[in-house]
Every structure is written in structure tokens, then in C-alpha cells.
């Protein structure tokens, strides 16, 4: 029977895919990944251990470990703190798992004698004409492609995704059901290596602040900020302004990022149309199947959990290209990603560089 | 199983368990008490301070338990708080239980030197002598390493520590058995040694103070043991300790031999199929049946596993909390790159290993490496 190494972060979805394949008669393994090394109480890497432990232990499954934290920090960590420095919000995650996941971990899993490797993401996959498709999760509040679009057809058909098909209700009742302690465990969010501590405050500890003004939208000096590194296009809180220097009492939002003058540019209202864009633009092109989709009409998505937006493709080279949407999209962010959809079908995504109309 | 982890721990005598079932069942009453079975439990214990003592050349007051290696080396670094001469010198290769205490008690102001050690894993006796200043106080050196076995020069650094009038401590946790350990010989003030490292019960260890003025209690409380550790007395793990200690130095020279005839199989073995291998550490000087072996082009991890699927039990680097593998830092300071370090794994025999044993785990590391 085929050897799998299942990734068990210590979360329930690993937990029960691994289940699943047992289940199916494969012979599999549990490898725990630790990619951040941090002596602080926020790190819970020791207590993610114990939770996959004690889901091995119940399926009775040998569990072992591998560190890529070297890896992490120079594939993962290092351009994340350029893309801050630089005023872009980038998305760790989607990096971690085209490099460390579903690379260093894909071949240790093979080293060690694994024919795939098997994750608990909510997608699904189809084999088509000697080609695999990555298909959202039937759980479409699940869904994880957005953090998967960066994978190749390679990287893809060496991973099975039990869980794909399940929704997070099922996942936990079967979960209870085989006894593993975090059933009930919440859902991790946010950036895997900062946890639950105060973003701003970690990130401080890698890069000086450089506070500066906030301006408004007619170039009124408003307030200060601590750094535009802390702020994202379209955030509305946190910004330390509130209403009365206009005639409307409406929300401030962040709508653009002066580096050059180190000035946080926002506007009134979360209907202001300084807040949405028409066209986009973004590099670093993936295309799951490695070629451009021959189609006109596709959707996609600008952010994790937002519907799907209506868009084509106007202009194409190998490594630029320009998205123009049916409608206009709200603070599309440089350095996260748009992944584009036909579909249940992630087609790929590239990095979002600027947003125009 | 095929346990090849004794430096990790080691299996429990057979002897040394039904002594401490017996005396968990029947020594129950608290060795403080003066009635009968006080007296009881209290003989037993002073009957293996007087074993723990025979093994090491020491007196039975010279003599006090703990929980194990990592008190007792606490309990001989804590005590320079509060002291005039409070500076302290060890080395770049020991255990967590003394550099990670060092570099607590700096912020309580207690300052520190760490020597480094050459290519072999040996402190250099000269590099310690330039290290002491006139309020040093204390040096710690372990006795033999943990990760590669390198035996430390101890007898000589104890004769510097006389002529500067400084003590000298010693972590003896990976010896016991594996070399004639004599207290008087080597000139220590202090030595630590843990009991499941010679195949004894876990959570108990030993303090050798020379000279009971030279040492705090750590934990503080009641009078046991001479008032330098406070604590109702584990008395059935003592007597294990205590018969563990008796057995493992009294046939000591068979035990040696076994460790050295399985240590030469095993590498002889593993040059006949794999002449790359690197062994680590002092050859010359060395604690018998742990072998430290680099596997140029493998990575340990992934040996590990391998190794684990045949039931086959070793080690490698430091493993951590969460289960995974660093690079061994006691092979970093001994100027071991990076790649060859992550491809170490310890191989550690005991008493309970057969030749047999050695056979099979060549004939699955040949298996992997091919």
C-alpha cells in the first residue's frame, strides 16, 4: 500500500485527514513541521506538538519532526520584512507553502520514503487529461486555495487533500469521535509565526518605525502614524484620528501609502471612491497548469474570504499582468495576492503591485 | 527494541527495580519519624549513601540526593550567590544544566568565562588558567560528554584549582560505570551524577560535597539530608540508586570491556560499508560504548526515522520540546560545519546490548546508507 506522510500542524483538519487515509488503507505517518524558533510564551509550536502526538497516538500512527525554521527565515521571513519595508502587505502563507510546505517538506516526506505527501487544506483536486486542477473546498467558508495558487502541477498531484471534500462541522464531529483532544481547538488566523501577539509590537522588533503624518485626501495635515509599515490600504482602525476635520463625522480609511514622504494618505467613508479601483496590476505570475487560461471571462479574488469578482485579462507578458474587473474592487493591497478562478478551478494568482482606474 | 540510546537513559536493573518495588510497599514511614518504621526508612537510606559513596571513593557524609543531575549541578552553581569569590569558569560543551544556569545567575551579578574546546571536544588547561582572575570562585568541568564522550583532563585542572585555591566541580552524569570514578583521585569539591544513566530509577541523583561548608541548600525547607536539601526523602528510588551505583562500579571492568568490544564491533562494522563515516570526538581519551558518527551526505533526521521504523532507538543533536532536531551546538564549538553536523547521530550501548544486536544494526544502517 502507498507510504503517506501526512503534515500535522496539530489542528484538527491534519488530525482527521490522517484519519481518512487510514481509513482508506494507506500506510501513513505523521510529520510534525516546525518552521519558527522563538523562546517567547507566544510561540506554540510545543503545544501543536502535543496535540498531533496525542492524534497519532489515537490512530496510532508514529508521529516525527522536522524543523525548516533556517529555511523559513531565508525563503519566507526575509522577504517579508522587505515587502513591509517597502510598504507592501505581503502574505507569509502563501509563500510558506509554495517553499517550506510544499517543498522542503515534500521532500523530506519523499527522502523518507513517502510516495505523497497529504495536508489538512480545504481544497480538492481532479486529474483531467493527464493534468491536475486544484478545486476549491466543497466548504466554501473553508476554501483555501487563495493560500495555494502559488503551487505547481508537480507539487499539486504529489499531495492528497482528504479533507476537501468535508465540511468544518464534519471535521470536528469526526474529530470528537476518534478522541483527539483538539476537536474543539479554534482555528488558527492571522500570520502562523505571530500568533496571537500584537502585530505591531513584533514587527517593531525587526524594523524601526518611522512615524510620520497622515494626510488627508485634499492634503490636510490630520495626525501622525508610527510607521506606514503598520497600516494596510482600505484599514479604517487603528488610525488614532477621529471625525470633525471635515463637515462629515464619517470613518477615516487608509487609501494610499506615500513612501517617498513617509505619509499615510487617507479618506472619509468607506463608500469613497479613492477606496476602489477598476484595473490592477501584479507580477509574479503562477499558472497551476503552466499556461494562461484561453479564456475571456474569469473571476477572482483580491483577498482570502471575499466573493469572487467578475474580471478579464487586458494585458499579458511572462511576468506582468493587468486585470481590469466588471466592477471596482475595494483597497486591492500591493503585495497580497489576486488568485483567479474558472469556476471551482484555481487557475493560480500572481502579487498584487498597484491599483487603478 | 533495539535501544542504542544509553546516554539518553538507560533500561532499569532488574535487581535495582524489585528492591524499589519492595521497599515503595514496605519502607513507607518517613524517614524524619523516630518510631520503628522511621528508623527503617532511615537505615535504608544511610545503607545507600554508604553504596554511592563506596563507588566513588567518597565518605558516606560527603554524600547527599537529589532529584538528579540537573539539581545537584544548580544546587553547586547557586551556591556561589552571596559569596566574595563568586566568578566562575566552565565551558563551551556542557549540558544545558550548568550553561543555562550561568547565564541565569549573570543577572543576579554572578559573571562567568566559558572556554571554548579544541577539534576533539577538549578544554584547554591553559585557556582555564588565563581565565582565572582573583574572585574566581568556582569551575565547572564536566567529566565526560554527553554527545561526542570526550573525557576532560579533570585530575589536572583539580590541581590547578589547589595551587589558585578555587573549587572545582565536575558533571559526572554520563561516567558512572563507564570509567573508575575516585572522588580523592581526581580532586574534586563537587560532582553530580544521576541515577537512570546507570541503570537506576529516574528523578534521583547525587551531590558529592567534600566539605558540606562549601555548598547552600537549593531547596529549602526541612533538615533531611544534613539540612543541604530539604524535602521528604524519595527512600525507594534512594535504595535503587543506591544498589544501581553498588552494581554498575563493582563489576565495573566487565562492564568496560562489554561496552569497548560492542563499541569496536559496531565501528568496524560500519567502515567495512561505509568508510566515509566520521567518528567524533577523542578517540584517546573517551567514554567506552558512545559513539558520536557524522554520516557525510545523509541527513540525521531522516536516518532517525529510518532507523525508528526497524525499532531501532539513537539520538541526534539536541532534540527539543516540539520533537524536532538543531544542530548540536556542543558539535558547532568544536568547529564541525554545519552540514556534517546535522548528519551526527550518538549511538549509545549498555549492558542490556548483545553482539547480536550490533549485527542487526548494521544490517539495517547498511540497508539505509545504500
Redesign the interface.
Known sequence: MQHISVGMSGGVDSAVAASLLIEKGYNVEGI?M?NWEDDSNYCT??T??KDA?QACDALGI??????FSKEYWDRVFKHFLEEYKNGRTPNPDILCNSEIKFKEFLN?AI???AEKIATGHYVRQKFVNGEVQLLKGLDLNKDQTYFLHGLSQHQISSTIFPVGDLNKKQVRDKAKKLGFNNFNKKDSVGICFIGERNFKEFLQHYIPAQPGNIISENGKKIGRHDGLMYYTLGQRKGLGIGGGYSEKNDAWYVFNKDIKNNELIVCQGNQNPALYHKYLSASKINWISNKCPNKDRLTAKIRYRTLDAPCKIIDLNDDDIIIEFDHTVFAASPGQSVVFYDGEICLGGAVINTAFN | MYYFDNSATTPINEKVLNLIIKTQKDIYGNASSIHQLGRKSKSTIEKAREQVANAIGANPDQIIFTSGGTESNNQVLWSRLGKKKNHIISNTIEHPAILKVLEKLSSFGIKHNLVSVDEKGTVSIDEINAAISTNTGLISIMLGNNEVGTIQPIKKISQLCIEKEVLIHTDAVQCLGKIPIDVKDLGVDFLSLSAHKFYGPKGIGVLYIKNKNLVSPFLIGGHQESGLRAGTEDIASIAGLGLAAELVTSKIDDHMTKLNNLENKFKTGLISFFPQAIFNGNPDNKLPGLISVSFPGFRSDILMAKLDRAAIAVSSGSACGSGDIKPSTILAEMGINNETNISTLRFSFGSTNSSKEINVLLNTLQLILN
Not at chain 1, 508514529?62 to 524543523?67: A, E, G, I, K
Open positions: 510534525f516546525k509550536a510545543e501543536d506538538y502526538l508514529p508521529l516525527r519532526s522536522v524543523n523530506y527522502n523518507l520514503g
